[in-house]
Every structure is written in C-alpha cells, then in structure tokens.
T-cell receptor, first 111, second 115 residues
Framework: AQSVTQLGSHVSVSEGALVLLRCNYS??????LFWYVQYPNQGLQLLLK??????LVKGINGFEAEFKKSETSFHLTKPSAHMSDAAEYFC?????????FGAGTRLTVKP | DAGVTQSPTHLIKTRGQQVTLRCSPK?????VSWYQQALGQGPQFIFQ???????QRGNFPDRFSGHQFPNYSSELNVNALLLGDSALYLC??????????????FGPGTRLTVL
C-alpha cells in the first residue's frame, strides 16, 4: 500500500521568508509523487511532479521539491514567500491508478 | 482548450435522497477518477473509470456508483444519502500512458450538502 504523510497541518511564514512544507511517502514500488495547491472554493492545481527523471523538481510559481529516497521524503520549498502563496497544499502519491493524498498543510503568509 | 468541467457547482439534498454528479474530462483524456474531500481533509479516492469500466475502487460503500460514457465523460451517483456524504466531490482526468505518472487534472468540484 502506498501513502503520504504531511508533517504540520498549519505553517505560517512572513512574506519573503523561506517556505518549507514536509511530505514523507511510503511505497513498495518506485513512486510517482506530486504536490498540488488548492485555493479556497477551487479544485486542485498541480505545482510539480516527480516521475524518476531528476531528483530535484522545479514547478510553477517558484516552487521546487527534492526527492530523497534514503529519507522517503519529498519536501516542497520556495525561497521567498509571497502573499499569493497562501493556500492549502497537498502531497500525493500514485501507482498509476488511484492517487493517495496527504491531509494537507495550510500555508499562511504574514505581511 | 477546456479543462475538466463539473456540474452542478453546488447541490443541496436531504438524507435518503439520491444524487448524480457529472464530469467532462480535459480534451484528449480517457481516464476519469472521482474523489471525496470532506471539510479540512485531503481528497479520498472513490474510484477510477477507463474504457467505460470501473478499474479501481477506494474504500467506499456500494451506495457510490459511477459510469463512463463513450465520449469519456463520467457520472458519480450516490444513493441513500447520509449527512456524512456532505463534501466537495472532485473529478480528475488523465491520459492512460505508461511511465508518465498519469498526471491528473482536477475540475473545480461539486459542493454537496446533505441536510
């Protein structure tokens, strides 16, 4: 069975500060990993995905994530937070059929 | 290029009723998945349809059923509604290609409220 665990249901940062959202995965086979963002009353938008090509994955809006097999982690980072980054972020893993999501991390950006 | 569309946007039903939600996949996509997202939680996988058949199912009761049409659009039906079925129902579409990680594109969702 595959699953992801997001550490921290809420993260608060100041505008311009580093954003770090944590995700650990469990999978019996090499995983496909994703980060999605959800703004209020909207669906999910893909930020980036890992499909075994490169361990450092760059996504939209300045986000990136690094796949670390030894730590079973896929943490999401952004060097400088912007007010528009405030949203709910979900880490997900798939085996090409169903996609399993974490519980989500709500990011708050303070001015 | 239209993305994934869902209808209706909002729906209010009472306990015991039945509901049908609809989804049109992104152009060129052939696989549709449905998710339930309760308030404050991550999406939970309900089932996936490919070639008009249910290919995989999550841990949901038989009250949840679906259908995929030849044009790849899909319906989610929920019978005997319970208060706990109140949630945002998300449809996602993807293209069946091995090795791509099957990136899923999500619709805006249907907000179902059961009173």
């Amino acid at each position: 069975a595959q699953s992801v665990t997001q550490l921290g249901s809420h993260v608060s940062v100041s505008e311009g500060a580093l954003v770090l959202l944590r995700c650990n995965y469990s999978s019996s086979v090499p995983p496909y990993l994703f980060w999605y963002v959800q703004y209020p009353n909207q669906g999910l938008q893909l930020l980036l995905k890992y499909t075994s090509a490169a361990t450092l994955v760059k996504g939209i809006n300045g986000f990136e994530a690094e796949f670390k097999k030894s730590e079973t982690s896929f943490h999401l980072t952004k060097p400088s937070a912007h007010m528009s980054d405030a949203a709910e972020y979900f880490c997900a893993v798939t085996n090409n059929n169903d996609m399993r999501f974490g519980a989500g991390t709500r990011l708050t950006v303070k001015p | 290029d239209a993305g994934v569309t869902q209808s209706p946007t909002h729906l209010i039903k009472t306990r015991g009723q039945q509901v049908t939600l609809r989804c049109s996949p992104k152009s060129g996509h052939d696989t549709v998945s449905w998710y339930q997202q309760a308030l404050g939680q991550g999406p939970q996988f309900i089932f996936q349809y490919y070639e008009e058949e249910e290919r995989q199912r999550g841990n949901f009761p038989d009250r949840f059923s679906g259908h995929q049409f030849p044009n790849y659009s899909s319906e989610l039906n929920v019978n005997a509604l319970l208060l706990g079925d109140s949630a945002l129902y998300l449809c996602a579409s993807s293209l069946e290609l091995a090795g791509t990680g099957n990136e899923q594109f999500f619709g805006p969702g249907t907000r179902l409220t059961v009173l």
